[in-house]
């Protein structure tokens, strides 16, 4: 498959909200991102936590050009190479060891390596990496901590992810080293289940119009 990897910029400031997605069936996977683009939600994280998820991407990526789909939960190299092979145009992962980072670079990925403590930050920035997913923001001190990460580190930029809702992202965003943050409110199992595209395409309108500092 040929594939691109979208830009940082793209995957961090396309909208305020990243959708964190789980798809149980194959054929939800194409209805669903249709109805997140149709809301102005391009850009997609398709977690790797299911026995589909790679093939859900390759479908996405084929079927629907204006959505920016990425692999969620990358752990190592064998996921990576694997979602690069689904056509993923990005990834992301909880954590980051230096061999996955490492992996990374060599093949050139747009990623969003997951930290919780200013040491994680610390060590992906002297890989290279300055866009960084803050996992699991509530648990990990949500937005004091990121205030605090900003005075040593402002060269860093976060999509917050895990226990973020509609009424707490504005907090996040409101921040200064904040792009955009990762939500599964946006594709809950409930409506997906109930093929209820239009309610999703709903909740990704309502999504863009939450504000960012």
Not at 11 to 17: F, H, I, K, L, T
Not at 45 to 54: F, G, P, Q, Y
Not at 80 to 109: K, N
Not at 193 to 201: L, R
Request: hydrophobic residues 50%.
């Amino acid at each position: 498959m040929n594939r691109t990897f979208a830009s940082i910029d793209e995957v961090m400031s396309s909208g305020p909200v990243m959708p964190v997605i789980v798809i149980d069936r194959l054929e939800h996977a194409v209805p669903l991102a249709r109805a997140l683009v149709a809301g102005g939600v391009r850009v997609l994280e398709v977690t790797l936590r299911t026995k589909i998820a790679l093939d859900a991407i390759r479908a996405i990526a084929d079927a629907v050009p204006d959505a920016i789909v990425g692999a969620g939960t990358i752990l190592g190299a064998d996921d990576l190479h694997a979602a690069g092979a689904a056509g993923a145009r990005f990834g992301v992962s909880p954590g980051a060891t230096l061999e996955l980072l490492r992996a990374v670079r060599a093949d050139g990925w747009t990623f969003l390596p997951g930290v919780m403590t200013p040491s994680e930050a610390m060590t992906a920035l002297a890989e290279g990496f300055h866009a960084l997913k803050f996992f699991p923001a509530m648990a990990a001190g949500g937005v004091e901590m990121l205030k605090a990460i900003a005075g040593p580190l402002p060269q860093l930029r976060f999509c917050p992810t895990g226990g973020i809702s509609p009424a707490t992202a504005p907090d996040f965003l409101a921040l200064p080293n904040v792009d955009c943050v990762g939500g599964s409110w946006l594709a809950p199992r409930k409506l997906i289940e109930a093929e209820d595209w239009d309610a999703i395409t709903a909740l990704a309108q309502q999504s863009t119009r939450l504000p960012r500092g």
